[in-house]
């Protein structure tokens, strides 16, 4: 069982920057995939990034966004520069026990078995 807490989010102007942590709990954090999705008002939840043996990124994020973590602190971080009014939506931290790997299935909301209660990142233009 692992337990996720994001912080971090806050309202920002249009090419500011902000990060994002998800705290985990457990002792096998390490083991797991962690990724960052997102929500809009009125929109399905969209992958952003992900990070396990490899790293992932949606191509709306692409350069401007950078996801990270820290094993000893069992803690993901995103990194988003050059915000843009349409990064606006509720950020959620996920985890991931699978062993497989690959660009769609780390996408998939779906194959995630834990999620964060989400923290609220709203840019302002």
């Known amino acids: 069982q692992v337990q996720l807490v994001e912080s971090g ?8 920057s902000l990060r994002l942590s998800c705290a985990g ?3 096998t954090f390490s083991t797991y995939r962690m990724a960052w999705f997102r929500q809009a008002p009125g929109k ?12 992932y990124y949606a191509d709306s994020v ?21 915000l843009k009014p349409e ?8 985890a991931d026990r699978t062993s497989v790997d690959g ?13 964060g209660q989400g923290t609220q990142v709203t840019v302002s233009s």
């Open 44 to 55: 399905e939840r969209e992958f952003v990034a992900s990070i396990w043996l490899s790293t």
């Open 87 to 94: 990064d606006t939506a509720v950020y959620y931290c996920a």
């Open 62 to 82: 692409k350069g401007r966004f950078t996801i990270s973590r820290d094993n000893a602190k069992s803690t993901v971080y995103l990194q988003m520069n050059s």
């Open 103 to 115: 660009p769609s299935y780390a996408a998939a909301a779906s194959n995630y078995d834990y999620w």
């Open 9 to 16: 989010g806050g309202l920002v102007q249009a090419g500011g």
């Open 25 to 27: 709990s457990g002792r």
